[in-house]
């Protein structure tokens, strides 16, 4: 009794509108003598922005509204996840769509007493499972063991590549800018006063213009107001209608992830997330000025041996600093000059 | 004013969102030669939609599905709204058919009424009135989980910016001519470097100045219906070593003895940003100081969105950035769009040429990319204001003429009134909003830390609404009111105007010694059996046993509460922050009526519910 199982409880975005199903399977988990010590959003792990330890969990539990036969999950995680289980860790949630998925990452497919997907124990794993994965090279060497995935794993979300990706973005970008807007100067420069247009609009007549609003339409304007005599906005949607939103797929536009800000009342992790961000940052801050009661003012950023981000941009303020920079968050600065800190002291 | 034109922009904006993508649209039209109206839903006069051919429409939802404030807004020269005129039972159904139109919804989808404010817009207007659309409406979704970018990752903007590219798809196919001097030219994209001139912008008054414009008391001229308000109480109402600083805060009329307001109501407050921000706006952009303190005048009238709350005299730039211009604000895209040809200050680079470059390339991807990813991880994850972009990229040197046009105006915020109806001690309950992000300077609500700063005697302008949120017939039955936190400010003037039998009050907060606000009045009430009262502290399980949130408690009492729903007709009023908490009490509500209230299952549950909140008997204010 004493002992509990260790989980992790995944969960689908749209789960967030109907906290009640977290809260069963808490306590589904409860009486089963597991708890969970971490809970995620899925698109958290799926964007890089949480990365799971090492056999850390003994159950991993996906909360979804899908049914089993419509799940849409993102493959590349299921190696994150199977990496993440103990041994004979169970992965509950998933369902046969990913079957492949599964054998290919070392688990077990079991349907007593409830299906689940058991992570088959390491030692084991290479005994018994090398003879029908030898005839396919790639994923014998795939699924053999634990170290030969990492650095996939790395590739994908490790925050080391953040850095590179946000560069060839930006980079892309250039060209694409100067292509559309080719009457542009080729360079931002431009040092003079800009040119100011007053606005001259004009619309040439279409040639529909007979297709104009019927004069008849000009009475409604002038009936006397009787009470009661508008619609019910309440009746302009129509409850079961609102299933099937409007979909229109949008193919264009970059890959980039947007990151999400924590609702005001968030349950999902994500708050804490931000804050430990926003407490990384800071202490970075403190590493790279050392705040004492004379300095309140005036700060030398300059002195030798402060740490200096490898982008050289650091004095350029944050729409230039790279991601990693000690100074970020604090104002831009010049080089070999104090820089005036009275605006940003209240908080010392 | 302009008359209305045959393509219009209309938007309806709460938090300003679908505002600004209006703006980019119009600014975009504009740059193109395209001649049309821009306005809010509630500002367009519902008779130019006769003269108008080509309608588009962005549009946000507020609070439960609701369309936002602005669409309803209502100028006083009129009597009806474009809405209000649209929703009149006897229009036919072919009202509309000579307007081809193009809709654009902004919404979250982590909210059950997903995007209804565009869906009803869309059922009226196209569906029962008979507009043409030119392309299927689009929803942007700002958890790019559902709506128009399912599955792909991609966030609002990038629908916006492919409704943009739809719209002016249309347009130049449309028209892609126009006549300049008589003369038919292709219709091109103005130079980006060029700044489009406002209609009305600021120069100097040739009228000599009176001694000094800072000595001269300062008044707020052009809106009747602003009023001013002397500040009698402003105190902290939670513990010193609580982390939020909750004030009770109460003015009255400086003119008359009483005021016209009832339960539910809620007061606008202008607020205003601080001298000390003034002043450091002022010596980022050093080549305003000269002109500071002159007497300014319009060029061509004062714009429209400089109405509401009067604008302030003397007109002078300082008072102009005081009381009018929030560049304490987040920026918005639009904000980039217009400023960045303004960098141009080559003397204060320490780079020189090369890094002036630098800063207008930034400044211009922030206003024309249409993915947001850096803008938003620069400015609005951090919440940083206009004034540190400024202050980041000292090229920048912005003409004080135009400023009104390129600087976001400050809106008043909406505050509920606790006092009783018509006290004409106006009693306000207010949150002071405070956090951290990375930027070292704490970050403050614009008027929260207005009002926190206000001394006794000091002067505030002020208006109230009414909002007709209790009904008549309902006075007199049993009322159970639902107010965690500061959701308790309507609650309080509900049991101070003293018309309902039976008053069941469910508070909850964090502490019972720290933030239980107004416990001294709540408890003395209960004594004198005016209210029953049910506390829960939801981190203080030693006050609150068995109990955590307001909702815990209201199904420990499920079937009393459930009977008196049901059966004794009573109102059902919640209030408090927005988010999960009213989505908690809504869930627990059903069960309650499934379980206690005869409902044999969900559906008829939910129909009863419904049905309470299209009488206004089951009554939500959150914000």
């Not at chain 1, 079957?99 to 088959?120: C, H, M, S, T």
């Not at chain 1, 040639?207 to 309440?234: H, M, N, P, T």
């Not at chain 2, 009023?227 to 400086?254: P, Y």
């Amino acid at each position: 009794m004493s002992h509990y199982k260790s989980g992790l409880l995944l969960i689908h975005p749209a789960v967030t509108t109907t906290p009640e199903l977290v809260e069963n399977a808490k306590a589904q988990a409860t009486s089963m003598n597991v708890k969970f010590v971490d809970q995620f959003l899925i698109n958290k792990l799926n964007d890089g922005s949480i990365n799971l330890e090492k056999a850390k969990y003994e159950i991993i539990k996906y909360l979804t509204p899908e049914a089993p036969a419509d799940i849409q999950f993102p493959k590349k995680l299921i190696p994150v996840l199977a990496e993440s289980l103990t041994p004979n860790g169970s992965l509950i949630g998933l369902s046969d769509i990913y079957k492949v998925d599964a054998l290919i990452n070392g688990f077990e497919i079991v349907n007593e007493p409830d299906y689940q997907w058991i992570r088959k124990d390491f030692s084991k794993l290479n005994q018994t499972v090398s003879i029908p994965l030898k005839n396919k090279k790639t994923s014998s060497t795939k699924s053999q063991s634990g170290n030969n995935k990492l650095p996939t794993f790395k590739k994908a979300s490790g925050t080391t590549t953040k850095l590179p990706s946000f560069k060839k973005a930006s980079n892309a970008e250039l060209p694409i800018l100067k292509k559309t807007e080719d009457f542009q100067s080729p360079s931002f420069k431009m040092a003079a006063e800009p040119k100011v247009y007053k606005v001259v609009d004009d619309l040439i007549e279409d040639s529909d213009d007979d297709f104009s609003s019927d004069s008849s339409k000009a009475q409604y304007f002038d009936q006397v107001d009787v009470e009661d005599d508008s619609i019910e906005e309440e009746d302009l949607i129509d409850e079961n209608d609102s299933g099937k939103p409007m979909i229109t797929m949008i193919t264009c536009g970059k890959s980039k992830t947007k990151k999400k800000k924590a609702c005001k009342d968030c349950t999902c992790g994500m708050r804490e997330q931000e804050e430990k961000e926003i407490n990384d940052v800071r202490s970075q801050q403190e590493k790279v000025v050392k705040f004492t009661e004379d300095e309140l003012t005036e700060i030398d950023f300059t002195i030798d041996g402060k740490k200096v981000g490898g982008c050289g941009s650091c004095s350029l303020g944050d729409a230039f600093r790279c991601s990693g920079c000690p100074y970020l968050g604090l104002p831009a600065f010049k080089p070999g000059q104090p820089i005036n800190l009275d605006s940003i002291s209240d908080d010392l | 004013m302009s008359p209305s034109k045959k393509i219009v922009i209309l938007y309806g904006s709460e938090t300003g969102n679908a505002h600004d993508f209006a703006t980019i649209l119009s600014h975009r039209l504009h740059r193109l030669h395209f001649p049309h109206t821009f306005c809010s839903i509630g500002d367009y006069d519902p008779r130019d939609i006769l003269k108008c051919k080509y309608l588009f429409i962005i549009c946000s939802t507020t609070g439960q599905g609701e369309l936002p404030t602005n669409v309803n807004a209502l100028k006083c020269e009129r009597s009806v709204t474009f809405w209000s005129f649209l929703k009149k039972k006897n229009l036919p159904s072919n009202f509309l058919n000579h307007i081809q139109t193009a809709m654009l919804g902004l919404g979250d989808s982590s909210y059950p009424k997903f995007n209804y404010g565009i869906r009803k817009l869309h059922q009226r207007i196209v569906t029962q009135l008979g507009a043409n659309e030119l392309f299927d409406r689009l929803e942007a979704d700002d958890q790019a989980m559902a709506g128009s970018n399912k599955g792909t990752g991609l966030g609002v903007e990038s629908v916006y910016f492919e409704y943009e590219k739809k719209v002016l798809n249309f347009l130049l196919k449309k028209f892609p001519n126009r006549k300049v001097n008589g003369q038919v030219i292709q219709r091109e994209q103005l130079d980006p470097q060029i700044y489009l001139e406002p209609l009305s912008y600021l120069q100097i008054s040739d009228r000599i100045a009176r001694e000094d414009a800072n000595k001269i008391k300062i008044e707020f001229q052009g809106d009747k219906s602003v009023k001013i308000g002397r500040v009698n109480t402003n105190k902290r109402i939670t513990s010193d070593d609580h982390f939020q600083d909750v004030r009770q805060f109460k003015f009255s009329n400086v003119e008359k003895n009483s005021e016209d307001y009832e339960p539910g109501d809620t007061a606008a407050i202008y607020p205003c940003n601080t001298d000390e921000d003034v002043s450091r706006f002022l010596s980022n952009q050093s080549h305003w100081l000269e002109v500071a303190d002159k007497p300014l005048i319009f060029t061509n009238g004062v714009p429209n969105d400089l109405k509401d709350g009067g604008l302030a005299k003397p007109m002078t730039l300082r008072n102009i950035l005081k009381y009018h211009c929030d560049f304490m604000s987040i920026p918005r895209t639009s904000f980039f769009l217009k400023i960045w040809t303004f960098a141009t200050d080559v003397t204060k680079m320490e780079r020189g040429q090369e890094q002036l470059d630098d800063q207008r390339e930034k400044l211009h991807q922030f206003a024309t990319d249409e993915d947001m990813q850096d803008l938003y991880d620069y400015c609005n994850r951090p919440r940083r204001s206009i004034l540190e972009v400024l202050e980041d990229f000292l090229s920048i040197k912005l003409p004080w003429k135009y400023v009104l046009d390129y600087l976001p105006i400050i809106k008043p915020r909406y505050y509920s009134i606790s006092s009783g109806p018509g006290d004409p001690d106006i009693e306000l309950t207010v949150a002071v909003v405070k956090y951290k992000t990375i930027l070292r300077k704490i970050r403050k609500g614009i008027c929260t830390s207005y009002i926190a700063s206000l001394q006794e005697g000091e002067q505030i302008r002020y208006k109230l609404q009414n909002n007709h949120i209790i009904k008549n017939d309902f006075l007199h039955k049993p009322i159970i009111l639902v107010g965690p936190g500061v959701g308790l400010a309507p609650l309080l003037s509900v049991v101070k105007a003293d018309v309902f039998k039976d008053t069941r009050l469910f508070f909850g907060c964090r502490y019972k010694d720290k933030d239980y606000i107004y416990k001294d009045i709540l408890e003395d009430w209960a004594r004198a059996g005016k209210i029953v009262l049910y506390t829960s502290f939801s981190r203080d399980t030693e006050n609150s046993p068995g109990v955590k949130y307001v909702q815990d408690y209201l199904w420990k009492l499920g079937e009393e509460i459930t009977d008196l729903v049901v059966n004794k007709e009573a109102v059902f009023f919640l209030c408090g922050s927005s988010g999960k908490m009213p989505i908690q009490v809504r869930l627990t509500f059903i069960e309650m009526l499934k379980k206690w209230g005869n409902f044999s299952n969900e559906e008829t549950a939910k129909r009863y519910l419904k049905e309470m909140e299209k009488s206004d008997r089951y009554i939500q204010e959150t914000w």
